[in-house]
């Protein structure tokens, strides 16, 4: 058994191995905080506020950058942590059951005929909008969501991510393949204690 289990999308180079990943959620990242205001639509201002029962929260996520746009929570699921226990396997179970219906991504992408099958965003938002979409709707969930400052748990953007900084990791999307094997090649690189060849 565990207590936390922490997603991290593909994309995401991590650059921060020495995190100690219990004390980071549930202790520095359990507080009011922290874990509210950072979405920047009032629409989802409860989401976090559970956090004065620190034990209450579940869901740890981070902010994205688009607090200005109004169809979609401005939440990034690119890296999430998850509280053990019942409340998590049901929040699982509902954003799996989003994605049930092949096209259910539409509803929060009106412009997704522009993206033809094969495109890197052909899907978009893809399993995120499946987490948007349970979260809008559980009310109660959301409350116990914290939702951290984007650049805490990942770059969102990788021009965004910087040395020493406060990211777990450095956050691709949208980069050729090309572009983000050498980059995660160089996160690699600057790891290994005594780098060698990477990627070719």
Known sequence: DVDLLVWVDADVAWTSPG??????FFRRLSTIASCTGHLGQ??????GSAAANATSLFLWASADVRPKQQRNMNLNSAVFALRSGQVAVQFLAAVWAEGQALLSFTKHNPGWRRQPPGHHY??????QGGVWSVLERREDWLRR??????GILHSVQYHRWRANGPSLGAHMPGMSSEDRRKAACRHLAASLSSPGACGQ
Not at 19 to 24: G, K, R, V, Y
Not at 122 to 127: A, D, I, K, M, T
């Open 19 to 24: 995190t100690d990943l219990s004390e980071l």
């Open 122 to 127: 052909w899907g978009w938002p893809f399993e």
């Open 42 to 47: 009032t629409k989802f201002a409860v989401a």
């Open 145 to 150: 969501t914290c939702i951290v400052e984007a």
